[in-house]
């Protein structure tokens, strides 16, 4: 008795748990309300900051000038 106990029961949860597993992976309706949906962009800028760019660029590259002018006391060893 014990031993068709036992058996129905592990059938009994063979036959189950695939169909719960398979309950929970199911797909919302894309028509529900609740379904999240991107945030839509904010306001776009019509002028870049080109300004800050460009004085960036220039305050870089001067520093990259300035430091190839900068004599370097070598020459006795060359």
Same mark, same amino acid.
């Given at each position: 008795?014990?031993?068709q106990f036992l058996g129905a029961t592990v059938l009994?949860? &063979? =036959?189950i748990a695939p169909a719960t597993?398979?309950?929970?992976?199911?797909?919302?309706?894309? @028509?529900?309300l609740t379904q999240l949906r991107p945030p839509s962009p904010g306001k776009q800028d019509s002028e870049a900051p080109? &300004? =800050?760019?460009?004085?960036t660029a220039l305050v870089i590259v001067g520093l990259?000038?300035?430091? @190839?002018?900068?004599a370097s006391n070598r020459s006795h060893q060359d």
């Open positions: 008795m014990k031993k009994a949860a &063979a =036959l597993m398979a309950h929970a992976q199911t797909q919302p309706n894309p @028509n529900d080109i &300004a =800050l760019s460009m004085l990259v000038v300035t430091a @190839n002018l900068i």
